[in-house]
């Protein structure tokens, strides 16, 4: 199967991109971890983003309110 097609079936079964599905679940990790007590910073630097900037400014987007709250 060749990248165009696989990308192309998976957009068609999860309604994103590969891309946007791993952002997703890193982003999807890490609230369950804050959710457990971890603090934010921690818990971005777990799933793999290096600026806490970043990483408010993704979970905000994807899920309303920031980390902390």
Known sequence: MS???LHRKF???TTMSPIQFVKAMRLNTAAMKIAAGMNVSS???DVGYVSTS?????FKRMYGPAPKQ
């Open 3 to 5: 990248r165009a097609v």
């Open 11 to 13: 957009k068609q079964a």
């Open 43 to 45: 818990a971005a630097m």
């Open 54 to 58: 970043q990483f408010s400014r993704k």
